[in-house]
Nanobody
Framework: VQLQASGGGLVQAGGSLRLSCVPA????????VGWFRQAPGKEREFVAA????????DYADAVKGRFTVSRDNGQNTVYLQMDSLKPEDTAVYFC?????????????????WGQGTQVTVSS
């Protein structure tokens, strides 16, 4: 599954962005999709994940209450709504997919990755 992440950009602190993750082919309806981010000089870190089965999404503590992951199986798209953005949210954001219904925070638990989209939050 080739994934395409989009929606990044430059925003002021306190602002919002919505990222989208779309597969180039197939459907995401039977995959768990995760969002990760990587800031310069730092390791890739888990942000959020949502199962295709519709269970409760999982969020990293750093984004809980500010970010919302949702999926539109009809549109074959997974979204990451990011509100109340902070400068420390600046990173390249990646979406990833894995077969099955159980989200994981481990990046090596995902089989398919998108190319990433840059999010920059200015103070």
């Amino acid at each position: 599954v080739q994934l395409q992440a989009s929606g990044g950009g430059l925003v002021q602190a306190g602002g919002s962005l919505r990222l989208s993750c779309v597969p180039a082919e197939r459907t995401l309806s039977r995959y768990t999709v995760g969002w990760f981010r990587q800031a310069p000089g730092k390791e890739r870190e888990f942000v959020a994940a949502a199962s295709w089965s519709g269970g409760s999404p999982d969020y990293a503590d750093a984004v809980k209450g500010r970010f919302t992951v949702s999926r539109d199986n009809g549109q074959n798209t997974v979204y990451l709504q990011m509100d109340s953005l902070k400068p420390e949210d600046t990173a390249v954001y990646f979406c990833a997919a894995r077969s099955g219904t159980v989200p994981t925070r481990r990046s090596n638990g995902y089989d398919y990755w998108g190319q990433g989209t840059q999010v920059t939050v200015s103070s």
